[in-house]
Nanobody, 120 residues
Framework: QVQLVESGGGLVQAGESLRLSCEVS????????MGWYRQAPGKQRELVAA???????NYADSVKGRFTTSKDNAKNTMYLQMNSLKPADTAVYYC??????????????WGQGTQVTVSS
């Protein structure tokens, strides 16, 4: 019932930009816990950007000043604008939400991921 579909990844050179999209269904985007994660080769999955409960955003130190996440509630889409990309940003990027079933019970929902490759 809840589905997240990422798109917009690709291969770019260092310094260029990409905009990732996460189309959501089965949830109300405006009030859902949403975030972006990435997993680079040989590394653990890490949180890179997220919406807080009050609608603000926070970012991993490694992407602050370069990445911006936003939502278009009318289009049921979350975005990750990635500027000044570095080779270290190379990873599979995942859209994530927490589906609350009932009080005290929630489940992680992940998109299929989209590959971002940054060459030097």
């Amino acid at each position: 019932q809840v589905q997240l579909v990422e798109s917009g990844g690709g291969l770019v050179q260092a310094g260029e930009s990409l905009r990732l999209s996460c189309e959501v269904s089965g949830i109300i985007l405006r009030i859902s816990t949403m975030g972006w994660y990435r997993q680079a080769p040989g590394k653990q999955r890490e949180l890179v950007a997220a919406f807080t409960s009050d609608g603000n955003t926070n970012y991993a130190d490694s992407v602050k000043g370069r990445f911006t996440t936003s939502k278009d509630n009318a289009k049921n889409t979350m975005y990750l604008q990635m500027n000044s990309l570095k080779p270290a940003d190379t990873a599979v990027y995942y859209c994530h939400t927490k589906r609350v079933v009932r009080v005290g019970v929630e489940y992680d929902v992940w998109g299929q991921g989209t590959q971002v490759t940054v060459s030097s």
